[in-house]
């Protein structure tokens, strides 16, 4: 073993120097002060940690404080903060960058989350940490800030990409990380490239479709440590025992109810839609069509009718797809969409303030106009929008509408712990969006239990849907753990 | 450390040694700044380069302090560990209190001999995947040799003067400066010598596995590859906080 040695000879000879020719000496109280100041400074060792005893106005959680110490102390600055949504991983990150700033430990940093989030991780980590950043707009000075804050898509630009890959980071955070989880994306092999000495990633949803989004998210931050090997098949138990230590050194979790809190309870409900005869007989038409057709992704088409008319016209007006006039014609023909149907019934017996969930945009007009037709007022709300409406849209929700229809991209960001009803009006593929879309309501300050309404119309794809989620759901409860009620338990 | 009372004092004497007078009201704490300290920490080079244009004094702020969190307002400064302020604050008191030569104030009517010391003091930075900072203030007499160990303490009970005082007068020294630092320096790397230093081997055991870790992967990664030694590396840095020569009969 060898330890380095570093002296300062260059301020012995600045001594000497300033010693022959009389200059800048200090009188006895300035030397004195000089000594207790630094004396005060001094931190002691990292296995008690500064920031917190910093920080008296802001309440730290025992599980947030638990994650910082591991992180800072065991697995020395490299982790994947995986709590549960709703459970304060900013918090936890902006604890860990105090801690490393206070000790002088850090100097540079790079943080990466999307545009929509920028402003509020830099009001956070002033208000909160005090700590000062900036945000990276047209002409960012990569070189001259010590603390920036920019989106993924602005930082991977060509003439940015090149400025960051040339300088050495002290500590790198990604929020929203899960979006990292390919490992041939353009975005992954940026973050690969920087030159980092600390690294966070963020996500409450390590795992998505495979076990391999795991794999690669890890070699991020201990590369080598797992291996392919490891994840191939974590169905396995034998491979799973083995994983779970070496996951502890990659990855921080809490569940909300491993947590000191008092968390509110979570209902899920399945709402079968059963089709009329027409609808029937549309869809298989629809499915024949798209087959003799070859139409590509058609799994889409079908998802689309399944929302709404308006989202499959959209499209296959968009798409141009060979003769569907005919198509489109008979699809005027049907009567008000079954699911949105649905959808009026629920939000009346609900009577109480409702997020509505739809992957599509077709879908999002047609259910506030049905809405409206029924006398229930309704907000849109996508994360397209800039953060001025977005607040806007908020508020307004909050204060005065019963029902937020939000697309998947509201999926992040936003805090809706006002409302405890969410219908998922249609579902993603992948359950670790479903997740997400719940930690809107379900998080720090809901006062009521959270009931969750899924949609599925039986015997199309969307019964599909529902078996690929709960097939999932079991490879993600192998690596992170209990989820939390997503989809009603089967029996 | 992080006491309040003992920063509050800092901070005090740090206004009072550069003139700045220190209103108290409760628990408000404002000072009234010299036109040298404005320039200094409160970031209006316009203002004062405009004053000077016109050939105007200029009207110091006055500054509100804050020594805890929960005191904090927009018109109030937060003096903290790490805070912009104290950060400002800090590196200014570090800066003029690094180097001196001082002389024992002593009463007499006798031709008294003061001994020359170099005291220095070390911040020592113990670095690895672990992190502790300490300080040693060592003194070395440049006649006889000898040295002591918390010299800063030891020489903090006397009084000091940047001139000598009525029929005190200095012995050459026998040791040259650079040989006293040189014999300090090596003191202070034997006493390190005798600790067991657990931490550093902890950090070189992960290093190696980290290492191994990334040998089965990716070899390519040469950046990679040097994060990951210098993340674990085992190192002890030494940084002068302040030193000098003292007088001393």
Redesign the interface.
């Known amino acids: 073993m060898h330890i380095k040695m570093m002296t300062d000879d260059h301020t012995f000879d600045d001594f000497t120097h300033a010693l022959t020719q009389s200059t800048n000496l200090a009188t006895w109280e300035q030397f004195a002060l000089a000594h207790k100041m630094a004396e005060f400074s001094l931190c002691p060792s990292i296995d008690s940690l500064i920031a917190p005893s910093l920080l008296s106005h802001l309440t730290i959680l025992p599980h947030q404080l638990t994650t910082v110490k591991k992180v800072v102390q065991d697995m020395n600055g490299r982790a994947l903060l995986a709590d549960e949504v709703g459970l304060g991983k900013t918090i936890e990150a902006g604890l860990i960058l105090k801690e490393y700033l206070i000790r002088g430990l850090v100097k540079k940093v790079l943080i990466l989350c999307p545009a929509s989030l920028n402003h509020q991780w830099a009001e956070e980590l002033y208000n909160k940490f005090h700590i000062r950043t900036t945000i990276a707009k047209k002409n960012p000075n990569w070189k001259q800030s010590k603390i920036m804050i920019s989106s993924i898509d602005l930082a991977k630009r060509s003439q940015h990409q090149d400025i960051i890959l040339s300088l050495p980071y002290d500590l790198v955070i990604i929020d929203e990380a899960h979006k990292l989880k390919n490992n041939r994306t353009k975005n992954y092999q940026f973050v690969k490239q920087i030159n980092k000495k600390y690294c966070l990633l963020l996500t409450a949803t390590p795992v998505h479709n495979s076990s391999h989004d795991l794999y690669h998210l890890s070699q991020l931050i201990k590369p080598g440590l797992i291996t392919k090997k490891d994840v191939d098949h974590l169905a396995n138990d034998a491979n799973h025992i083995e994983l779970r230590p070496k996951l502890d050194q990659v990855m921080t979790r809490f569940m909300r109810k491993e947590t000191s809190i008092q968390w509110n309870q979570r209902f899920s409900y399945l709402i079968p839609i059963e089709l009329n005869e027409d609808e029937s007989t549309f869809y298989q038409d629809l499915l024949r069509y798209l087959r003799t057709h070859s139409v590509s992704f058609y799994h889409l088409y079908l998802r689309e009718w399944c929302s709404s008319h308006q989202a499959l016209y959209l499209s296959i007006k968009k798409n141009q797809l060979p003769d569907h006039q005919l198509i489109l014609n008979r699809l005027n023909t049907l009567n008000e969409h079954p699911k949105a149907l649905k959808l009026i019934e629920l939000v009346k017996n609900i009577n109480h303030k409702c997020v509505v969930f739809t992957e599509f945009r077709g879908t999002q007009a047609y259910l506030q106009w049905l809405l409206h037709q029924h006398g229930i007022s309704s907000v849109l709300y996508s994360g397209h929008f800039k953060k001025g409406k977005r607040e806007w849209v908020q508020q307004l929700f909050k204060d005065k509408i019963q029902v937020m229809i939000a697309t998947e991209a509201a999926g992040e960001g936003i805090n809706l712990q006002f409302c405890h009803h969410l219908i998922n009006y249609d579902l993603p593929w992948n359950p670790m969006r479903v997740e997400q879309r719940i930690g809107r309501i379900h998080r720090l300050g809901q006062q009521q239990d959270v009931h969750i309404y899924n949609f599925s119309i039986k015997h199309t794809i969307e019964d599909t849907i529902m078996d690929q989620l709960y097939k999932k759901l079991a490879i993600c409860k192998w690596v992170v753990g209990d989820l939390d009620e997503i989809l009603p338990q089967i029996h | ?2 006491n309040h009372p ?2 509050k004092q ?1 901070i005090y ?2 206004f009072n ?1 550069n003139h700045c007078s220190i209103h108290t009201e409760g628990e408000k704490t404002t000072v009234h700044l010299t036109k040298e300290m404005d320039q200094l920490l409160m970031n209006r080079p316009f203002y004062w380069h405009y004053q000077d244009m016109m050939k105007q004094e200029g009207i110091p702020l006055q500054l509100d302090l804050s020594f ?3 005191n ?1 307002t927009n018109n109030n400064s ?1 003096i ?5 302020l104290f950060m400002k604050i ?1 590196a200014d ?2 800066e ?7 002389y024992q104030i002593i009463q007499t009517d006798k031709q008294t001999a003061l001994y020359p010391w170099l005291i ?4 020592i930075t113990y ?1 690895g ?7 040693h ?1 060592l003194a070395i007499n440049l006649i006889k040799g000898t040295i002591i160990d918390h010299a ?1 303490n030891h020489f ?1 009970n006397d ?4 001139q000598i005082s009525d029929y005190c007068y200095v012995l050459t020294p026998l040791i040259r ?2 040989n006293g ?1 040189q014999r300090i ?1 090596k003191c202070l ?1 034997e006493q390190l010598s005798y600790k067991k ?1 657990i931490w ?2 902890y950090a ?1 055991e ?1 290093q190696q596995k ?1 290492l ?7 070899k390519n ?1 040469e ?2 590859l040097e ?2 030694k ?16 003292f007088h001393c009969s």
Request: with cysteine.
């Open positions: 450390m992080m003992s920063l800092l004497d740090y040694l805890s969190p929960l904090r937060l903290q560990l790490g805070s912009d800090y008191a570090i003029k209190g690094r180097f001196t030569n001082l220095i003091t070390v911040k670095k995947d672990y992190h502790e900072e300490n300080m203030s800063f903090s009084e000091w003067s940047n400066i650079e630092y320096m790397t230093h550093a081997r070189y992960n980290h191994a870790y990334f040998d089965s992967m990716d990664d950046t990679e994060n990951i210098a993340n674990y590396q085992p190192s002890i840095i030494y940084k002068i906080v302040n030193c000098g020569i």
